[in-house]
Protein backbone atom coordinates (compact mmCIF):
# COMPACT_ATOMS: atom_id res chain seq x y z
CA UNK A 1 0.00 0.00 0.00
CA UNK A 2 2.48 2.48 1.08
CA UNK A 3 4.85 1.49 -1.84
CA UNK A 4 1.92 1.78 -4.36
CA UNK A 5 0.95 5.59 -3.06
CA UNK A 6 4.93 5.73 -3.06
CA UNK A 7 5.35 5.55 -6.68
CA UNK A 8 1.54 7.48 -7.56
CA UNK A 9 3.55 10.52 -5.92
CA UNK A 10 7.04 9.40 -7.41
CA UNK A 11 5.56 9.85 -10.75
CA UNK A 12 3.64 12.73 -10.04
CA UNK A 13 6.89 14.64 -9.13
CA UNK A 14 8.85 13.15 -12.18
CA UNK A 15 6.20 14.30 -14.97
CA UNK A 16 5.62 17.48 -13.24
CA UNK A 17 9.29 18.43 -12.84
CA UNK A 18 9.37 17.56 -16.52
CA UNK A 19 6.83 19.72 -17.28
CA UNK A 20 8.54 22.48 -14.71
CA UNK A 21 11.90 22.05 -17.07
CA UNK A 22 10.14 22.36 -20.50
CA UNK A 23 6.98 24.66 -20.47
CA UNK A 24 7.33 27.79 -22.26
CA UNK A 25 6.22 30.56 -19.81
CA UNK A 26 7.82 31.15 -16.71
CA UNK A 27 4.98 31.25 -14.30
CA UNK A 28 3.55 27.88 -15.54
CA UNK A 29 7.17 26.66 -14.74
CA UNK A 30 7.05 28.16 -11.47
CA UNK A 31 3.71 26.95 -10.96
CA UNK A 32 4.64 22.84 -12.25
CA UNK A 33 7.58 23.51 -9.29
CA UNK A 34 4.97 23.82 -6.75
CA UNK A 35 3.33 21.37 -7.76
CA UNK A 36 6.12 18.91 -7.31
CA UNK A 37 7.44 20.31 -4.11
CA UNK A 38 3.88 19.42 -2.78
CA UNK A 39 4.11 15.72 -4.12
CA UNK A 40 7.51 15.63 -2.47
CA UNK A 41 5.78 17.33 0.90
CA UNK A 42 3.82 14.06 0.86
CA UNK A 43 6.92 11.66 0.42
CA UNK A 44 8.11 13.11 2.90
CA UNK A 45 5.27 11.67 4.87
CA UNK A 46 5.88 8.13 4.11
CA UNK A 47 9.30 8.32 5.11
CA UNK A 48 8.51 9.38 8.83
CA UNK A 49 9.40 12.74 8.72
CA UNK A 50 6.21 14.47 9.22
CA UNK A 51 7.50 18.06 10.58
CA UNK A 52 9.74 18.42 7.28
CA UNK A 53 6.86 17.53 5.60
CA UNK A 54 4.62 20.81 6.53
CA UNK A 55 7.83 22.93 6.83
CA UNK A 56 8.21 21.65 2.94
CA UNK A 57 4.35 22.96 2.12
CA UNK A 58 4.53 26.36 4.37
CA UNK A 59 8.30 27.66 3.46
CA UNK A 60 8.94 26.08 -0.16
CA UNK A 61 5.63 25.95 -1.57
CA UNK A 62 4.51 28.71 0.25
CA UNK A 63 6.89 31.43 0.93
CA UNK A 64 9.62 30.76 -1.92
CA UNK A 65 7.31 29.71 -4.69
CA UNK A 66 5.20 33.37 -3.79
CA UNK A 67 8.65 35.41 -3.58
CA UNK A 68 9.26 33.76 -7.41
CA UNK A 69 6.13 34.78 -8.23
CA UNK A 70 5.99 38.28 -7.30
CA UNK A 71 9.01 38.60 -9.53
CA UNK A 72 7.66 36.82 -12.47
CA UNK A 73 4.89 39.68 -11.74
CA UNK A 74 6.88 42.25 -11.44
CA UNK A 75 9.25 41.59 -14.15
CA UNK A 76 6.21 41.51 -16.54
CA UNK A 77 7.84 39.37 -19.13
CA UNK A 78 6.14 38.49 -22.78
CA UNK A 79 5.74 35.48 -23.61
CA UNK A 80 8.43 34.24 -25.40
CA UNK A 81 8.41 31.39 -28.69
CA UNK A 82 11.33 29.57 -26.68
CA UNK A 83 14.27 29.99 -24.70
CA UNK A 84 15.78 26.63 -25.35
CA UNK A 85 19.39 26.64 -26.25
CA UNK A 86 20.75 25.53 -29.89
CA UNK A 87 20.16 21.80 -30.80
CA UNK A 88 23.93 21.25 -30.18
CA UNK A 89 23.78 22.33 -26.23
CA UNK A 90 20.47 20.04 -26.07
CA UNK A 91 22.30 17.12 -27.44
CA UNK A 92 25.55 17.83 -25.47
CA UNK A 93 22.67 18.47 -22.18
CA UNK A 94 20.72 14.93 -22.90
CA UNK A 95 24.13 13.57 -22.66
CA UNK A 96 25.30 14.91 -19.84
CA UNK A 97 22.65 14.44 -17.66
CA UNK A 98 22.32 11.17 -18.96
CA UNK A 99 25.31 10.34 -17.71
CA UNK A 100 24.85 11.76 -14.45
CA UNK A 101 21.57 10.49 -14.29
CA UNK A 102 23.42 6.74 -14.71
CA UNK A 103 25.34 6.77 -11.87
CA UNK A 104 22.99 8.76 -9.77
CA UNK A 105 20.64 5.75 -10.16
CA UNK A 106 22.98 2.82 -9.12
CA UNK A 107 21.57 4.63 -5.21
CA UNK A 108 18.61 3.13 -6.52
CA UNK A 109 19.28 -0.08 -5.55
CA UNK A 110 20.41 0.81 -2.00
CA UNK A 111 18.56 -1.15 1.08
CA UNK A 112 19.40 -0.12 4.73
CA UNK A 113 21.03 -3.64 4.73
CA UNK A 114 23.36 -2.73 1.95
CA UNK A 115 24.04 0.04 3.13
CA UNK A 116 25.28 -0.86 6.75
CA UNK A 117 27.16 -3.41 5.39
CA UNK A 118 29.45 -1.43 3.01
CA UNK A 119 29.76 1.13 5.67
CA UNK A 120 31.21 -1.29 8.12
CA UNK A 121 33.34 -2.86 5.49
CA UNK A 122 34.99 0.47 4.59
CA UNK A 123 37.45 1.94 7.63
CA UNK A 124 34.99 3.72 9.69
CA UNK A 125 35.10 6.95 11.56
CA UNK A 126 31.80 5.52 14.06
CA UNK A 127 30.92 2.18 14.92
CA UNK A 128 28.26 1.01 12.44
CA UNK A 129 26.10 -0.49 14.38
CA UNK A 130 25.59 2.88 16.33
CA UNK A 131 24.53 4.65 12.98
CA UNK A 132 22.47 2.05 11.88
CA UNK A 133 20.39 1.03 14.78
CA UNK A 134 18.25 -1.83 13.80
CA UNK A 135 14.77 -0.60 12.97
CA UNK A 136 13.36 2.94 11.98
CA UNK A 137 15.50 5.69 13.61
CA UNK A 138 12.59 8.62 12.62
CA UNK A 139 9.83 6.47 13.42
CA UNK A 140 11.20 5.75 16.87
CA UNK A 141 12.25 8.64 17.71
CA UNK A 142 8.40 10.35 16.85
CA UNK A 143 7.43 7.55 19.31
CA UNK A 144 9.37 8.65 21.75
CA UNK A 145 9.64 12.58 21.82
CA UNK A 146 6.47 13.27 19.28
CA UNK A 147 6.90 14.83 16.04
CA UNK A 148 8.27 18.13 16.64
CA UNK A 149 10.33 16.99 19.17
CA UNK A 150 12.34 14.68 17.47
CA UNK A 151 13.62 17.19 15.30
CA UNK A 152 13.66 20.29 17.85
CA UNK A 153 16.00 18.35 20.68
CA UNK A 154 19.28 18.16 18.06
CA UNK A 155 18.39 21.04 16.78
CA UNK A 156 18.83 23.12 19.58
CA UNK A 157 21.64 21.14 21.29
CA UNK A 158 23.67 19.53 19.06
CA UNK A 159 23.21 22.22 16.47
CA UNK A 160 22.86 25.17 18.10
CA UNK A 161 25.79 26.92 16.96
CA UNK A 162 24.68 26.21 12.70
CA UNK A 163 21.12 27.43 14.17
CA UNK A 164 21.93 30.49 15.47
CA UNK A 165 24.15 31.25 11.98
CA UNK A 166 21.89 30.90 10.20
CA UNK A 167 20.27 33.57 11.66
CA UNK A 168 23.06 35.86 10.72
CA UNK A 169 22.75 34.37 6.73
CA UNK A 170 19.02 35.17 6.67
CA UNK A 171 20.09 38.85 8.16
CA UNK A 172 22.30 39.06 5.47
CA UNK A 173 20.03 37.80 2.80
CA UNK A 174 17.33 40.55 3.65
CA UNK A 175 19.84 43.49 3.57
CA UNK A 176 21.30 42.33 0.64
CA UNK A 177 18.14 41.54 -1.51
CA UNK A 178 17.20 45.31 0.05
CA UNK A 179 20.29 46.89 -1.34
CA UNK A 180 19.58 45.29 -4.63
CA UNK A 181 16.84 45.72 -5.20
CA UNK A 182 16.56 49.53 -4.47
CA UNK A 183 15.59 51.49 -7.55
CA UNK A 184 19.09 53.51 -7.56
CA UNK A 185 22.22 50.78 -6.44
CA UNK B 1 11.05 -2.93 9.57
CA UNK B 2 8.42 -0.03 8.64
CA UNK B 3 7.12 0.80 5.68
CA UNK B 4 9.08 3.94 5.33
CA UNK B 5 12.63 1.70 5.62
CA UNK B 6 11.32 -0.43 2.59
CA UNK B 7 11.13 2.99 0.16
CA UNK B 8 14.45 4.09 0.94
CA UNK B 9 16.29 2.69 -2.29
CA UNK B 10 12.96 3.97 -4.23
CA UNK B 11 13.76 7.25 -2.58
CA UNK B 12 17.14 8.14 -3.30
CA UNK B 13 16.37 6.85 -7.12
CA UNK B 14 13.74 9.64 -7.03
CA UNK B 15 16.21 12.08 -5.77
CA UNK B 16 19.00 10.52 -8.64
CA UNK B 17 15.95 11.75 -11.29
CA UNK B 18 14.63 14.62 -10.51
CA UNK B 19 18.56 16.04 -9.72
CA UNK B 20 19.14 15.06 -13.42
CA UNK B 21 16.62 16.81 -14.24
CA UNK B 22 17.75 19.51 -11.96
CA UNK B 23 20.36 19.73 -13.92
CA UNK B 24 19.12 19.49 -17.26
CA UNK B 25 17.07 22.51 -16.68
CA UNK B 26 19.90 24.38 -15.97
CA UNK B 27 21.93 23.59 -19.19
CA UNK B 28 19.10 24.08 -21.62
CA UNK B 29 17.32 26.78 -20.53
CA UNK B 30 17.91 30.41 -21.37
CA UNK B 31 15.43 32.35 -18.94
CA UNK B 32 17.02 33.08 -15.75
CA UNK B 33 13.78 32.78 -13.33
CA UNK B 34 13.52 29.48 -15.17
CA UNK B 35 17.48 28.65 -14.21
CA UNK B 36 16.53 29.96 -10.24
CA UNK B 37 13.73 27.36 -10.27
CA UNK B 38 15.57 24.84 -11.72
CA UNK B 39 18.15 25.63 -8.97
CA UNK B 40 15.70 24.95 -6.11
CA UNK B 41 14.68 21.77 -7.87
CA UNK B 42 17.93 20.12 -7.40
CA UNK B 43 18.09 21.10 -3.82
CA UNK B 44 14.87 19.43 -3.48
CA UNK B 45 16.01 16.63 -4.75
CA UNK B 46 18.93 16.92 -2.36
CA UNK B 47 16.47 17.57 0.43
CA UNK B 48 14.52 14.41 -0.13
CA UNK B 49 17.60 11.86 -0.22
CA UNK B 50 18.04 13.62 3.60
CA UNK B 51 14.94 13.40 4.45
CA UNK B 52 15.45 8.95 3.30
CA UNK B 53 18.34 8.12 4.60
CA UNK B 54 17.59 10.50 8.41
CA UNK B 55 15.08 6.94 8.66
CA UNK B 56 18.18 5.65 9.32
CA UNK B 57 20.72 7.97 11.48
CA UNK B 58 18.56 9.92 12.99
CA UNK B 59 16.82 12.97 12.76
CA UNK B 60 20.39 14.85 11.97
CA UNK B 61 19.14 14.28 8.62
CA UNK B 62 15.97 16.24 8.74
CA UNK B 63 17.73 19.09 10.48
CA UNK B 64 20.48 19.45 7.68
CA UNK B 65 17.00 19.66 5.55
CA UNK B 66 16.03 22.77 7.74
CA UNK B 67 19.55 23.97 6.90
CA UNK B 68 19.49 23.84 3.17
CA UNK B 69 15.69 25.17 3.19
CA UNK B 70 16.82 28.07 4.71
CA UNK B 71 20.12 28.45 2.59
CA UNK B 72 17.87 27.82 -0.51
CA UNK B 73 15.14 30.89 0.82
CA UNK B 74 18.58 33.12 1.60
CA UNK B 75 19.64 31.98 -2.18
CA UNK B 76 16.07 32.79 -3.70
CA UNK B 77 15.65 36.14 -2.52
CA UNK B 78 19.04 37.78 -3.28
CA UNK B 79 19.02 35.87 -6.87
CA UNK B 80 15.74 37.40 -7.50
CA UNK B 81 17.07 40.85 -6.38
CA UNK B 82 19.90 40.21 -8.85
CA UNK B 83 17.62 39.38 -11.79
CA UNK B 84 15.12 42.65 -10.56
CA UNK B 85 18.46 45.04 -11.22
CA UNK B 86 19.67 43.39 -14.30
CA UNK B 87 15.59 43.14 -15.42
CA UNK B 88 15.90 46.96 -15.03
CA UNK B 89 19.73 47.57 -16.50
CA UNK B 90 18.96 45.20 -19.57
CA UNK B 91 14.67 44.84 -19.63
CA UNK B 92 15.41 41.06 -20.66
CA UNK B 93 16.41 37.98 -18.82
CA UNK B 94 17.89 36.00 -21.77
CA UNK B 95 20.95 34.95 -20.30
CA UNK B 96 22.20 35.06 -23.74
CA UNK B 97 21.70 39.27 -22.98
CA UNK B 98 23.87 39.29 -20.48
CA UNK B 99 26.93 38.64 -21.64
CA UNK B 100 29.25 41.56 -20.06
CA UNK B 101 31.73 39.45 -18.18
CA UNK B 102 32.42 37.72 -22.00
CA UNK B 103 34.79 40.24 -22.71
Known amino acids: MTQAVFYILAVSAVITALLCILSRSTISAVLWLTATMLALAAIYLLLNAEFVAAIQVLVYAGAVMVLFLFVVMLLNLSTVTTDLRGPATVAAAVVLVGLLGIQLAALWRYTPGRLAAEVSQSPALADPSALFVAGDVSRHDALTRGVVGAVAAPLFQTYLVPFEITSVLLLAAIVGAVVLAKRRI | ?103
Do not use: W, Y
Open chain 2, 1 to 103: MTPGMTLLGPALGLSAILFSLGVAGVVLRRNAIVLFVCIELMLNAVNLSFVALAQLHGASGQIMVFFVMTVAAAEAAVGLAIILAIFRHKQSVDLQNINLLRG
